[in-house]
């Protein structure tokens, strides 16, 4: 279900902005959201994805004046940002969290970097108010992040960045649905080639009424899993190459214990570890120039990408529907369904904004 308003026909710029039951804020952070956006002198649109509230987050996001487009449950974090960036128009996105923990004033300083680079992250400094267990577990992932990308990962789990649209768009499939995509578009962005750069943000307290979504075990491990199966889908050597150095100096290690230390023979055991290391290296070795093949065939090269993502085509791809088209921007809310099926289905989503309950 979408409820759209009259932004820009032809935006530069979308603003993405995931949320669940955040009505006591939302209006608050799309004022302000809007006020930083105005200053840089450019069009765009704000675009509220409502993941399956169970207030009135959409009502009080289209009141202020977003596009709001609402999941019918609880899908994630992760497939509201996806949705987000299908949907949007303009040729450089902006995420950011409707908690309030990510300071929108800072949205211009964003933009101005990513003339330069294709993904600008906003990374947490030290004067943050975030917990202690937080921080410590963002300082181990940003240290493995770093040595999966050969490169400083400041802030791997910040959600609040600018990236160009043509970069998100191709990534867009590979984002989980989950809170860890802020993971995956990271290490995405670094092995495809495109620069990354951060920019300090200090994170206030959350907004009053808002809690957070994510658990620290539980959310905890999936971050690790991600970094694990992105890594092993555009590094995997970062992988393979370190687990078979050390089943073999495992297997060496063990062999020479029983000869000097036990005097036994050279055994079984110690042969078996060896070929397993080399198996290990060679299966790395074919996952990487497979990886590689991957890569040479689905990603266009610079100069495609360049026509693709920030020419004119792609400006005349992202305005969308001409004026006089089912989907012209109204204030009226407006079926997804739409762009499938045509007007009829605009009937049960006019039920739905006039507040009876979602079926």
């Known amino acids: 279900m979408q409820y759209r308003n009259g932004f820009a026909e032809n935006p530069q710029i979308s603003v993405i902005i995931p949320a669940k039951n955040e009505a006591q804020g939302i209006e608050s952070i ?43 449950y609880n899908i994630g974090n992760g497939a509201a940002i996806k949705n987000g960036i ?27 970097m990513l003339k330069k680079y294709h993904m600008v992250v906003g990374a947490r400094t030290s004067n943050s108010e975030t917990r202690f267990h937080r921080n410590l577990a963002n300082r181990i992932y940003n ?39 802020p993971t995956t578009i990271t290490l995405a962005t670094v092995r495809s080639g495109y620069s990354l750069a951060y920019f300090p943000i200090t994170s206030p307290q959350r907004a009053a009424g808002s809690k957070s979504k994510i658990k620290l075990l539980r ?3 999936r971050f690790f899993l991600i970094i694990f199966k992105i890594t092993t889908l555009f590094s995997p050597m970062k ?50 120039q497979i990886t590689q093949l ?30 006089g088209s089912p989907l012209k921007p109204s204030a009226a809310p407006v079926s997804r369904d739409d762009e499938l099926s045509g007007p ?16």
């Open 219 to 221: 959310d905890g491990s």
């Open 239 to 288: 992988i393979f190459l370190p687990a078979s150095i050390f089943t073999f100096l495992v297997g060496v290690g063990y062999g020479l214990y029983k000869i000097f230390m036990m005097d036994g023979r050279y055994g079984p055991t110690s042969q078996m570890l060896i070929v397993f290391s080399a198996l290990i290296f060679f299966i790395g070795l074919v996952s990487e």
């Open 143 to 181: 240290r493995f992040a770093s040595y999966v990308c050969g490169r400083p990962i400041d802030d791997l789990t910040s959600g609040f960045r600018a990236i160009r649209a043509g970069a998100a768009k191709e990534f867009v499939t590979l984002l989980p649905n989950t809170f860890s995509y």
């Open 344 to 359: 009829e289905a605009h009937k049960p989503i006019m039920a739905q904004a006039a507040g009876t309950p979602r079926t």
């Open 30 to 72: 799309i004022g302000r959201v809007r006020k930083a956006l105005e200053e840089t002198g450019r069009s765009y649109e704000i675009i509220v994805v409502d993941d399956g509230s169970t207030d009135a987050t959409a009502q009080r996001a289209h009141e202020a004046g977003a596009t709001v487009l609402c999941h019918p």
């Open 294 to 323: 991957r890569f040479d065939r689905s990603i266009p090269f610079a100069g495609e990408r360049l026509k693709r993502y920030t020419g004119p085509e792609r400006r005349m791809e992202a305005a969308g529907p001409q004026p």
């Open 86 to 112: 299908r949907y949007a128009r303009g040729y450089s996105l902006v995420m950011l969290d409707a908690d309030g923990q990510h300071p929108p004033e800072e949205i211009p300083a964003l933009l101005e």
